[in-house]
């Protein structure tokens, strides 16, 4: 107080100073909740891409219904680590008509690549059926089984082929000292023909004498042959026939080339009961000579009905036979789309060069209407490039409606499983 006067500075100065502070805090308040909006936002959008890059171009598509999954299927998605080359790679086109080279992620979310720290996605599904057990030229499956599936590649099983089974009988007779062996028949032998056949017979040897064999009738384009044929080995006491192995092999003849082995089994008659006449039934192992000598290949085939496409992915090959003196090869993969056993359209996969273990991912699409799909076939054959001499084929694999019990189940499957491509390793095959 001054005068007899109030003075009334200090109290303005108060009320100004709280009413900043009031606003400040507002202010702060404010960009608070401003800044937390916004990076809340940024972090939904990183999401959002991160789970349309995973889901694949196949599921941006509005018109792609959800997958549906059901335990009735078991499915396994591809792991491998094998090859670092061509991740993330953008799509080149080539000249060739119907082939394109295609990145990984448009094949599958994981489909040749180990993801670290993530056990392989293994996941179940069932086609959208709609009408389920309708017949046509095929079999019993829906004319369009595939609509609303994604697909994403499936990896069926590795499996070593089945290379059927022999029918034979053995008895010894102790008055003439002689060994008596009936081949009956053989069943489920695999294709080793371009026909879808093979010309089966079989050599049988007492081990470990390899200089006297004998050897069964050939049976044409048979695979379930029936032979009803009886051999003698005359002159062995009973003693020294205890000591041998009966090898019974049975293979392709083939005119203009080797012949080629399909399968061999061995029975150590010591554990044999000779002393009456018993038939046995035996599967087939593969030969030792000539088991996976010329390698391995994966590809993966998809058919679409409705429009009269069959696609074929050619991933990678491992373990090739070496044609080069360096000890390596400059392998490429050529596809003949046979009908009727007439070859009517090729097409062939860039070369790479100096490797036993090409990795390709190169897709191929061929016009197959349903209604030829029955006399539809495909060799798929590896070669070696050679600029100065002819290209050496490595071997080959024979695949469609009647082919080897491995490769038609691989067809079948195709059909089985709603657009999805379907991957599956194949061994290579000589069939020239």
Same mark, same amino acid.
Request: positive net charge.
């Given at each position: 107080?001054?005068?007899?006067?109030?003075?009334?500075?200090?109290?303005?100065?108060?009320?100004?100073?709280?009413?900043?502070?009031?606003?400040?805090?507002?202010?702060?308040?404010?960009?608070?909740?401003?800044?937390?909006?916004?990076?809340?936002?940024?972090?939904?959008?990183?999401?959002?891409?991160?789970?349309?890059?995973?889901?694949?171009?196949?599921?941006?598509?509005?018109?792609?219904?959800?997958?549906?999954?059901?335990?009735?299927?078991?499915?396994?998605?591809?792991?491998? !680590?094998?090859?670092?080359?061509?991740?993330?790679?953008?799509?080149?086109?080539?000249?060739?008509?119907?082939?394109?080279?295609?990145?990984?992620?448009?094949?599958?979310?994981?489909?040749?690549?180990?993801?670290?720290?993530?056990?392989?996605?293994?996941?179940?599904?069932?086609?959208?059926?709609?009408?389920?057990?309708?017949?046509?030229?095929?079999?019993?499956?829906?004319?369009?089984?595939?609509?609303?599936?994604?697909?994403?590649? &499936?990896?069926?099983?590795?499996?070593?082929? !089945?290379?059927?089974?022999?029918?034979?009988?053995?008895?010894?007779?102790?008055?003439?000292?002689?060994?008596?062996?009936?081949?009956?028949?053989?069943?489920?032998?695999?294709?080793?023909?371009?026909?879808?056949? !093979?010309?089966?017979?079989?050599?049988?040897?007492?081990?470990?004498?390899?200089?006297?064999?004998?050897?069964?009738?050939?049976?044409?384009?048979?695979?379930?042959?029936?032979?009803?044929?009886?051999?003698?080995?005359?002159?062995?006491?009973?003693?020294?026939?205890?000591?041998?192995?009966?090898?019974?092999?049975?293979?392709?003849?083939?005119?203009?080339?080797?012949?080629?082995?399909?399968?061999?089994?061995?029975?150590?008659?010591?554990?044999?009961?000779?002393?009456?006449? *018993?038939?046995?039934?035996?599967?087939?192992?593969?030969?030792?000579?000539?088991?996976?000598?010329?390698?391995?290949?994966?590809?993966?085939?998809?058919?679409?009905?409705?429009?009269?496409?069959?696609?074929?992915?050619?991933?990678?090959?491992?373990?090739?036979?070496?044609?080069?003196?360096?000890?390596?090869?400059?392998?490429?993969?050529?596809?003949?789309?046979?009908?009727?056993?007439?070859?009517?359209?090729?097409?062939? *996969?860039? &070369?790479?060069?100096?490797?036993?273990?090409?990795?390709?991912?190169?897709?191929?699409?061929?016009?197959?209407?349903?209604?030829?799909?029955?006399? *539809?076939?495909?060799?798929? !054959?590896?070669?070696?490039?050679?600029?100065?001499?002819?290209?050496?084929?490595?071997?080959?694999?024979?695949?469609?409606?009647?082919?080897?019990?491995?490769?038609?189940?691989?067809?079948?499957?195709?059909?089985?499983?709603?657009?999805?491509?379907?991957?599956?390793?194949?061994?290579?095959?000589?069939?020239?």
């Amino acid at each position: 107080m001054k005068n007899g006067t109030v003075d009334h500075v200090p109290v303005f100065l108060e009320l100004l100073i709280s009413l900043a502070s009031i606003v400040s805090v507002v202010i702060f308040v404010l960009l608070c909740g401003l800044c937390d909006c916004f990076s809340g936002k940024k972090q939904a959008e990183k999401q959002f891409l991160f789970d349309d890059e995973e889901r694949g171009p196949e599921r941006k598509s509005a018109s792609v219904r959800p997958m549906k999954r059901t335990p009735m299927l078991t499915r396994k998605t591809i792991k491998d !680590s094998e090859s670092a080359d061509g991740v993330g790679s953008q799509a080149e086109s080539n000249n060739g008509a119907g082939k394109k080279r295609i990145p990984f992620r448009s094949l599958s979310a994981a489909l040749l690549f180990e993801r670290p720290d993530k056990k392989p996605a293994v996941a179940s599904i069932q086609p959208n059926v709609g009408a389920a057990g309708s017949k046509n030229g095929l079999g019993e499956f829906p004319l369009d089984p595939f609509s609303g599936m994604d697909q994403d590649l &499936v990896l069926m099983e590795d499996q070593e082929e !089945s290379l059927g089974r022999i029918q034979f009988s053995l008895h010894y007779n102790f008055t003439e000292q002689t060994l008596i062996l009936k081949i009956i028949r053989a069943q489920d032998l695999p294709a080793k023909d371009l026909s879808g056949t !093979s010309d089966p017979f079989v050599k049988i040897l007492l081990l470990p004498n390899k200089k006297s064999k004998m050897e069964t009738k050939v049976k044409k384009k048979k695979l379930n042959p029936t032979w009803h044929e009886t051999f003698l080995f005359e002159g062995f006491p009973y003693n020294k026939l205890q000591e041998r192995i009966l090898h019974l092999q049975v293979l392709d003849y083939d005119k203009f080339s080797r012949n080629d082995a399909i399968g061999e089994v061995n029975i150590p008659l010591c554990d044999v009961e000779l002393a009456k006449e *018993t038939t046995y039934w035996k599967s087939l192992l593969p030969s030792k000579k000539s088991a996976g000598k010329l390698g391995d290949i994966l590809f993966s085939i998809m058919y679409v009905p409705s429009q009269g496409q069959l696609t074929i992915v050619v991933m990678k090959c491992r373990n090739l036979q070496a044609k080069d003196f360096t000890g390596k090869s400059d392998p490429y993969v050529k596809i003949w789309h046979m009908y009727k056993g007439k070859r009517v359209e090729k097409k062939k *996969t860039t &070369v790479k060069k100096c490797t036993l273990n090409p990795v390709f991912n190169e897709e191929f699409v061929f016009d197959v209407n349903l209604d030829k799909i029955r006399d *539809t076939s495909f060799i798929i !054959s590896v070669l070696d490039r050679d600029r100065i001499s002819k290209n050496d084929i490595i071997g080959s694999v024979l695949i469609g409606h009647k082919t080897s019990p491995l490769e038609m189940k691989h067809w079948n499957e195709m059909f089985a499983k709603a657009r999805q491509p379907i991957a599956q390793w194949h061994l290579l095959k000589d069939m020239s």
